[in-house]
């Protein structure tokens, strides 16, 4: 048997990871934007980073902390305290830990759930194995009777290349919150990095995100770029580190438990899909139809004011290279039936909003249908061949710069403001629900739109 080559080797692994690159960028083009952020030292020591809140119960009296640390630390643990100080006598909760392996080495991540919190209360807390300990954060839980609410929504945060450059990122999530501190959560609509499988690409992305996401919720959303890696296509992957490194509620389906979730707040009803089934199991698998099950069961029960939905991949897209309909054929349905107010979405890197739309068509009034809000890039990737599509009754592609979204409910009206990583207000858009009018209103045309791929 002929002998392979050492040279050979290096030119088939060259081969592969240019196949697996075409593979994850055949969607171009693309623009990346932006100087490096650097680096955040991975957990080599015992001290811990990648601290993060998220909500897996009531957000009045509950608070979940996530964090990670090298294996040599055995145990974890969070102490918390009302106010701004952490008394040495303050209770502790000791955290679940589990063991994730990366292609930096293995980690431990732990995770406490803190309960019996008083609702609209200042909480200091810190995490460690109780020797060594991180820094001092702050909580405020919910008001479980507010009728309004506050939060932030983020399109894609992605680095855009294989070398994890989150500068960008960093600045829009903190002029974001800067701008808007009395927000409640934040949502990342998908593609949080460019490469899931890179624990280098997460390390950039956490780093930047520090000093928000570690003092209200990150409630996130996986995306398509969650399950690549360097050397795998983009199909039969699981987003293996995203799940690891999130404790999100586990009310989902059955075989997609923190990947699909549902949770309330206020005065709204919030559900989270997973889009990615062309990713995780091929064309032909079944987790859409799976979520379209649940979806109904879920929606159908909530009594809220307002019923809001957060996934990757817009059904009403604004790329011509690429489309969704299995997406749309699986959830708009049900947003149909039981009247879903709006959905967020990302993964074209625009921001663009329909009119309220039933069955494929343009509608008069929110009552009607559902509006569909793709939330624009904020990080470094761009696409220069955007298009606004018929049913879009707000379109723009941020080439200039990254933006973010502003959600605020109050009793009867949603208003999502569209502002530039300057701060700089581009759009405003409202729904009224006494009045069943929205900012679009009056522009709806007057012949039919109806929605064509």
């Known amino acids: 048997m002929k002998r ?23 969607q171009t083009p693309a623009t990346v934007t932006g100087a490096p952020l650097p680096h955040a030292p991975t957990a080599t020591t015992g001290i811990p980073d990648h601290i993060t809140l998220t909500w897996t119960d009531n957000p009045a009296t509950t608070q979940t902390i996530t964090w990670r640390t090298n294996t040599s630390v055995k145990s974890g643990l969070a102490q918390y305290a009302q106010g701004a100080t952490i008394p040495d ?10 063991d994730l ?86 949502v990342n609509v998908g593609d949080l990095v460019e490469l899931g499988a890179s624990e280098a690409h997460w390390d950039a992305w956490f780093a930047a995100a520090q000093g928000i996401i570690d003092t209200i919720p990150e409630m996130a959303v996986e995306g398509n770029h969650e399950t690549y890696s360097y050397f795998f296509g983009p199909t039969g992957s699981k987003p293996r580190l995203w799940s690891g490194q999130f404790a999100l509620p586990q009310n989902g389906p059955e075989e997609l438990k923190g990947q699909v979730y549902s949770f309330d707040c206020g005065p709204a009803h919030f559900v ?51 489309h969704s309909p299995e997406v749309r054929t699986a959830f708009c349905p049900v947003f149909d039936k039981y009247h879903l107010d709006i959905a967020f979405c990302g993964h074209d890197h625009g921001v663009a909003r ?15 249908g559902t509006v569909y809000y793709v939330a624009g890039r904020s990080g470094r990737k761009t ?54 009018a929205d900012s679009d209103s009056t522009r709806l045309p007057e012949s039919p739109v109806v929605w064509s791929d």
């Open 4 to 26: 392979t080559t050492p040279w050979v080797i290096a030119v088939i692994l060259a081969l592969a990871l240019g196949v697996s690159t075409f593979a994850r960028h055949h």
């Open 89 to 98: 006598t303050a209770p502790q909760v000791v955290a679940e830990p589990h």
């Open 101 to 186: 392996q990366t292609d930096l080495g293995e980690y431990r991540v732990f995770t406490a759930v803190l309960t019996k919190l008083s609702p609209k209360t200042t909480y200091s807390y810190k995490v460690g194995d109780g020797k060594t300990w991180s820094e001092r954060h702050t909580f405020v839980t919910a008001d479980p009777g507010a009728h309004s609410l506050k939060l932030l929504v983020f399109g894609d945060s992605q680095s855009g290349v294989a070398e994890p450059i989150y500068g960008p990122w960093a600045t829009t999530v903190h002029n974001a919150f800067n701008a808007n501190p009395d927000a409640q959560f934040v």
């Open 272 to 322: 989270v899909l997973d889009s990615q089934q062309a990713e995780e199991q091929g064309q032909q698998g079944t987790m859409l139809q799976q979520q379209a099950s649940w979806l109904e069961r879920d929606l159908s029960a909530s009594r809220a004011t307002w019923k809001i939905a957060f996934f990757h991949k817009t059904p009403y897209d604004l790329k011509p290279s690429r």
């Open 354 to 368: 329909t009119w309220p739309v039933n069955a494929d068509r343009a509608v008069a009034k929110p009552s009607q």
């Open 383 to 436: 696409y220069d061949d955007l298009l606004s599509k018929p049913l879009h009754a707000f379109f723009l592609n941020p080439q200039r710069e990254p933006v973010y979204l502003v959600v605020e409910i109050a009793d009867q009206r949603l208003t999502v403001k569209t502002c530039g990583q300057g701060g700089s207000l581009i759009d405003e858009f409202f729904i009224d629900k006494k009045q069943d």
